[in-house]
């Protein structure tokens, strides 16, 4: 993933550490599109804040998958729980790509929930990733 402008560098550095052998679409929109695309892949009519597309791996050339954040919702959720819309960026943005990488924390026994934290702690982001979505 190359983000052409600079002032996302700080999830290229989040890249770099997972070290993904592909390339990763990153797309950001607000609110109502992400209920639109929430609506058209998941059945679920309301917005979200982050969501990960992972594509089959049938060619090397073809990228990881995508990932889609509102920056709407971002932005609320950094004011709710007191950090910099770009920690929060940087939570949804680990947490869409261990999805990609193949970690599911609905399925699995808590390994997603270890790497967030391990990324969390490395990246010294706050924990409110993890609190919220255990409720």
Same mark, same amino acid.
């Given at each position: 993933?190359?983000l052409? =402008?600079?002032?996302?560098?700080?999830?290229?550095?989040?890249?770099?550490?997972?070290?993904?052998?592909? =390339?990763?679409?990153?797309?950001?929109?607000?609110?109502?599109?992400?209920?639109?695309?929430?609506?058209?892949?998941?059945?679920?009519?309301?917005?979200?804040?982050?969501?990960?597309?992972?594509?089959?791996?049938?060619?090397?050339?073809?990228?990881? !998958?995508?990932?889609?954040?509102?920056?709407?919702?971002?932005?609320?959720?950094?004011?709710?729980?007191g *950090?910099?819309?770009?920690?929060?960026?940087?939570?949804?943005?680990? *947490?869409?790509?261990? *999805?990609?990488? !193949?970690?599911?924390?609905?399925?699995?026994?808590g390994?997603?929930?270890?790497?967030?934290?391990?990324?969390?702690? *490395?990246?010294?982001?706050?924990?409110?990733?993890?609190?919220?979505?255990?409720?």
């Open positions: 993933m190359i052409s =402008d600079k002032k996302y560098d700080f999830l290229e550095k989040i890249v770099a550490y997972l070290s993904p052998k592909k =390339d990763v679409e990153l797309i950001f929109v607000n609110n109502q599109e992400m209920q639109e695309i929430n609506l058209k892949q998941r059945n679920q009519n309301k917005t979200t804040d982050v969501l990960s597309f992972p594509l089959e791996n049938v060619d090397e050339n073809i990228p990881l !998958g995508s990932i889609v954040i509102n920056t709407e919702l971002a932005k609320e959720k950094a004011q709710e729980f *950090h910099s819309y770009e920690e929060e960026l940087s939570l949804l943005f680990i *947490h869409a790509m261990l *999805h990609l990488l !193949g970690f599911d924390h609905e399925k699995d026994n390994e997603m929930r270890k790497k967030e934290e391990e990324l969390i702690k *490395h990246f010294k982001l706050p924990t409110s990733l993890i609190i919220r979505t255990l409720n």
